[in-house]
């Protein structure tokens, strides 16, 4: 990064540099001879020159780092000092992920048609889909955790590729990755599962247990993923290493290498905790979905087994104790939606109540959970999630109305 200082500021082995803009030639006192300043003799120097500014390169932070390191960085800082972060109202913000959501599944369904018909991918339109999510997660994160749980496509191949490159990149961008690194996560989402387009469909598909040889096929679909990808010199490396190792495990139980800890890739990790939390909250041909704060639930306790326990409990407080979308039940017997989280107050989310007690749908009121609105003597709190049922598609309209 160039970064324009004072030239009290400028110090022994900082790089000055020339801007090829001429807009900043009129600037006054301006030092633009570059290269490596060697000694503090040089910088009085300059000083005594009369100068008073100049450009400088930056070094990188994440220069030098392995992804894998960089991950750590981000984790151990999110943890130290989480960050407030403006966002766009969430009405409005959720009428513009909505939109993204509908071409995201289109552009599932073409990669995914693409790929059984052995087309050549369109790549751009892949990361065009992968950055208008990542606008989204930047406008307002919880618009995507919401529509990830009550958007109405039933496809699980597509809803799911979409699902997971949405709660990658909301994680991504809980602990500050930068916006080229949260296209490519978008990216390794929305391809993760593209080799079970390889597997027999029967056994994809099948609503009952797997034999032991198809099982085994099964667990091939990471390596065809990658197979498929490779031939494409525009796909990013670190793509197509989430892909070949989103199901590692921690413990080095997961497969297809049996990668441990830090030798599993950044991004795979980050896959496998937005693909284990889409699957768990999903309805699958051979169970009911898990209610979202079960499921994270689950999921801590398949931490050092599944997943990293950092990892784990900061991809908990990025989500929330309740994440958006979640329908709740109050102390009043009424019910809610959660529309955004109270970052710092998970278990009091901004919310709307929608039902009464015997689930009949009652004037919509809004109730920001934080500010301990009352009910009679009795402060508001979530008792529990409940299961939307026949609500769940009804809910998304609760979730667009001002
Ligand atoms: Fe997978």
């Known amino acids: 990064m160039i970064k324009k200082i004072s030239i009290d500021e400028l110090e022994p082995g900082m790089e000055v540099v020339k801007l090829s803009s001429e ?36 070094k990188d932070e994440n220069r030098g780092l392995t992804d894998e ?13 989480p960050a407030h972060k403006e966002r766009a109202p969430f009405p409005q913000a959720m009428k513009a992920t909505r939109v993204t959501y509908e071409s ?19 790549y751009q339109a892949a990361v065009d889909t992968a950055s208008a999510i990542v606008d989204c997660a930047i406008r307002n994160p919880d618009t995507l955790v919401c529509l990830s749980k009550l958007s ?24 500050g990755m930068t916006r080229e690194e949260l296209v490519d996560l978008g990216m390794a989402g929305m391809m993760h599962d593209l080799g079970k387009t390889s597997v027999d469909q029967n056994i994809v598909n099948k609503p009952a247990k797997l034999t032991p040889e198809e099982f085994a096929e099964m667990r091939k679909h990471p390596a065809y993923g990658f197979v498929l990808l490779k031939s494409n010199p525009d796909i990013p490396s670190k793509v197509l290493e989430a892909v070949r190792l989103h199901h590692e495990k921690y ?24 693909d284990i939390y889409d699957a768990l909250t999903s309805n699958r041909c051979y169970r009911d979905a898990i209610l979202p704060n079960k499921a994270l639930g689950i ?22 104790i309740f994440p958006s979308g979640s329908l709740v039940q109050l102390n009043t017997g009424d019910y809610a939606v959660v529309r955004e989280s109270n970052p710092g107050k998970p ?6 109540v929608i039902l009464n007690k015997t689930m009949h749908p009652i004037r919509a009121r809004d109730v920001n959970l934080a500010d301990g609105v009352k009910s009679g003597d009795t402060e508001l709190e979530i008792i ?13 309209n609760y979730m667009t109305a001002n």
């Open 152 to 175: 109405e496509f039933d496809d699980y191949t597509y809803t799911h590729s979409i699902n997971v490159a949405a709660i990658a990149v909301v994680f991504g961008e809980y602990i």
């Open 384 to 396: 529990e999630c409940a299961d939307p049922g026949v609500y769940k598609k009804s809910l998304i």
């Open 104 to 122: 995201a599944m289109s552009c599932a369904m073409r990669i995914v048609n693409d790929a059984k018909l052995g087309r050549k991918m369109d």
């Open 23 to 58: 807009m900043w030639e009129h600037l006054p006192h301006l030092y633009a001879e570059p290269g490596i300043i060697e000694s503090g003799e040089q910088v009085a120097r300059l000083k005594a020159e009369g100068y008073r500014q100049v450009f400088v390169q930056m």
């Open 251 to 274: 413990n080095g139980s997961g497969y297809p290498s049996g990668l441990t800890r830090r030798e599993i890739p950044a991004f795979a990790r980050i896959i496998c905790l937005a």
């Open 299 to 320: 999921m801590y306790g398949m931490r050092e087994q599944e997943f990293d326990p950092l990892e784990i409990q900061l991809f908990i407080k990025c989500l929330g």
């Open 69 to 81: 390191q960089r991950l750590d960085q981000l984790i151990s800082n999110r943890e130290a000092a």
């Open 347 to 352: 278990l009091s989310p901004k919310i709307r």
